[in-house]
């Protein structure tokens, strides 16, 4: 952590000094344990902001990450009333406390929130990252100094003080679909890209649907489009699948437990697709290695495939891949409007973990 303190507490304050003196801000220190160096919410004054990025520069990390205490310490202080967002800025090393993944799970789905994680360095947990950060509805993204600290706080700031679409579900109807990922939308926010994988036999016409709420008003998005019967342009679609394929099934067994069947499944997708995961690995051999002890070289004949597609794409004009052209899903140019905040967000609270903790936030709209 040591390294990264100063990257960590540069970010913070020049997130700080962004904040409006209307809203407030809370800083919560923690190594071993958590205590809070604030007394309570502080009003973001000039001079406020000033005085706590004096205090902060002058703390060195020591100690342990007590990551639960910190985040248990932060989410105690919100209101009640009120929906919050919480930014988790952190390396991920849960290293003293409570450290089990359900428990943290269990702590965050207690309080109405939404958890947006920016991970700090390579030694992250990112299986407990991610597995909160889902049980929140929220998203999770790497950052690597002060810079990426700020703009993604703005950037989820953006984010929750924008409408959101939650509960997102699509369905796919007229041609039979399956292996569709990710099961579970949950929600999507401003300026966030669905993508979707999957298997569907058979081509032709299909009704595609997106549903959701926003702000608690049902919404639905429809069209309709030609599925091709086959597509040799983008091979490397195959492979895409099946990561995602092994992200969930990884994903699960990280939440509840290892799985004989899932360990299998992992281990048959990451042969198929010449994937490494935590079940398979790659080996270099010479090519006689190969021949001699029988070996298929299903993965060259993949890799072929992929790098003759590349060619010819790369020797013809783009392509505009728009399917719903004839019946836009989406006809609005803009984003939909600033409202009072992610699908009604009235509050936005900020935590920032590692020895330290920001916890800033809005005042409460009229």
């Known amino acids: ?11 913070v304050s020049r997130a700080l000094q962004k904040m409006a003196p209307d809203e407030r801000f809370r800083i919560i220190l923690f190594n071993d344990s958590a205590a809070e160096l604030t007394q309570g919410y502080t009003p973001a004054t000039p001079e406020n902001v000033q005085q706590y990025i004096d205090k902060v520069g002058k703390i060195g990390p020591h100690g342990s990450t007590n990551v639960y205490d910190g985040l248990y310490k932060g989410l105690k202080g919100l209101d009640s009333d009120r929906t919050s967002a919480v930014l988790l800025v952190t390396d991920g090393v849960a290293n003293v406390g409570v450290t089990k993944q359900k428990d943290f799970i269990k702590l965050i789905r207690s309080y109405d929130v939404r958890l947006f994680t920016f991970i700090m360095g390579n030694s992250a947990n990112l299986p407990l990252l991610t597995a909160i950060t889902d049980a929140s509805n929220g998203f999770a993204m790497t950052v690597s100094n002060s810079d990426d600290i700020v703009g993604s706080i703005l950037l989820a700031q953006s984010k929750v003080t924008h409408e959101a679409l939650h509960g997102a579900k699509l369905t796919i109807k007229g041609i039979k679909t399956f292996d569709l990922l990710p099961e579970k939308i949950g929600s999507l926010y401003r300026g966030q890209q669905l993508i979707m994988f999957g298997h569907y036999s058979r081509g032709g016409q299909a009704k595609v649907t997106l549903s959701g709420k ?3 008003e049902e919404k639905i998005y429809q069209s309709e489009f030609i599925f091709p019967e086959t597509s040799s342009a983008n091979p490397e679609l195959e492979r895409l699948w099946a990561y995602a394929s092994i ?5 699960e067994m990280e939440d509840f437990g290892e799985d ?9 997708l990451g042969v198929q697709y010449g994937l490494v995961t935590d079940y398979t690995s790659m080996i270099v051999v010479r ?7 029988g070996i298929e070289r299903r993965n060259t004949k993949r890799l072929q495939r992929e790098f003759a597609a590349q060619k010819e794409r790369a020797a013809k004009p ?20 600033r409202r009072s905040g992610g699908g009604s967000f009235d509050l936005i609270s900020l935590l920032v973990l590692l020895p330290l903790v920001w916890i800033g936030r809005r005042k409460k709209q009229a």
């Open 260 to 268: 004989a069947d899932m360990k299998q499944a992992i281990t048959d």
């Open 247 to 251: 992200e969930q099934l990884s994903r």
């Open 214 to 216: 926003i702000s608690g």
């Open 1 to 11: 952590m040591s390294g990264k303190y100063h990257t960590l507490a540069e970010g």
């Open 287 to 293: 090519d006689g290695v190969f021949k001699k002890l």
């Open 318 to 337: 783009l392509v505009q891949r728009r399917a719903d052209t004839a019946r836009p899903m989406f006809k609005s140019k803009r984003p939909t409007t």
